[in-house]
C-alpha cells in the first residue's frame, strides 16, 4: 500500500491557533515588532545558540534558515553586530520566547515598583483559621514586593499572656520563611505589645 506523502511544515508562521499562553501577550503589537525573527533577520551570518544559551554553530543565512525549518523551529535575533554583519539568534519556539520574555520583564517591573509596609493586626487569642486567612494575606503582600509588619497588641493585665503573642508571630514567621527575609530572629518587643517586620525577597 503506498505511504501519504510527506507535507512540510510552513516555516513562516503567518497564520496559526494561538495556545493559551501565546494569548497573554499577542496583542501587544508594539513587543512583536521589537523581535526579528527567520527571514526578517537579514544578517550574511548567524551565531545560533539554543534555549540554555549554549553555542552550536556559525552559519551562513541560508543554512541557518534551513536548519531552523529542518527542526521545526525558529531562529529569534538576540543581538546584531554592525561591524562583522552577524546576528546572534537563538534556535527557539517563537512565541514560547516571546511568553518568557513576557514573564521576566513583568518579574522586573515588580521588583522595580516602590516597596510599601503593609501592616497586619494580630490578637494573642486569634483562632488558628483566622490566623491562618491573615497569613495568607502577608504572603500576597510579600509577593508583591511589600515590606509587611505584623503586629500584636498587649494591654495592661494582657501581657501575662506575652508567650501566647510571641508563639503567634513565631508560627507566622516560620509559615512565611521562603517569602521574606528579616532583621530579627525572635518578635521584637515594643511598649504595647510585640512585632515581627518581614521584608520581601
Known amino acids: 500500500m503506498p505511504q501519504a506523502p510527506f507535507v512540510k511544515k510552513p516555516f513562516v508562521k503567518t497564520t496559526f491557533v494561538k495556545k493559551p499562553y501565546e494569548k497573554k501577550f499577542a ?5 512583536a515588532r521589537m523581535v526579528f525573527i527567520n527571514d526578517n533577520i537579514k544578517a550574511a551570518s ?3 545558540i539554543d534555549d ?3 553555542n552550536l554553530w556559525t552559519l551562513p543565512r541560508k543554512r541557518a534558515l534551513e536548519i531552523a525549518e529542518e527542526k521545526w523551529l525558529d531562529l529569534v535575533q538576540i543581538a546584531y553586530d554592525p561591524i562583522k554583519m552577524i546576528s ?3 534556535l527557539t ?3 514560547k520566547y516571546m511568553y518568557q520574555k513576557w ?3 513583568k518579574e522586573q517591573k515588580k521588583k522595580q515598583k516602590p516597596r510599601e509596609m503593609k501592616e497586619l493586626k494580630l490578637n494573642y487569642w486569634i483562632w488558628e483559621n ?3 486567612l491573615k497569613i495568607k494575606k502577608a504572603e500576597e503582600f510579600l509577593k508583591e514586593w511589600n515590606n509587611v509588619k505584623i503586629f500584636i497588641k498587649l494591654k495592661w493585665r494582657e ?3 506575652a508567650k501566647k503573642a510571641i508563639e503567634k508571630l513565631s508560627k507566622t514567621k516560620e509559615t512565611l520563611s521562603q517569602f521574606w527575609k528579616s532583621q530579627y530572629e525572635t518578635p521584637k518587643k515594643e511598649m504595647n505589645g510585640y512585632s515581627i517586620i518581614l521584608f520581601s525577597k
Open 130 to 132: 483566622d490566623l491562618l
Open 88 to 90: 546572534t539568534v537563538r
Open 103 to 105: 514573564k521576566d520583564e
Open 159 to 161: 501581657n501575662i499572656y
Open 52 to 54: 540554555e544559551k549554549t
Open 46 to 48: 548567524m551565531m545560533i
Open 27 to 31: 496583542s501587544d503589537s508594539n513587543r
Open 93 to 95: 519556539d517563537y512565541w
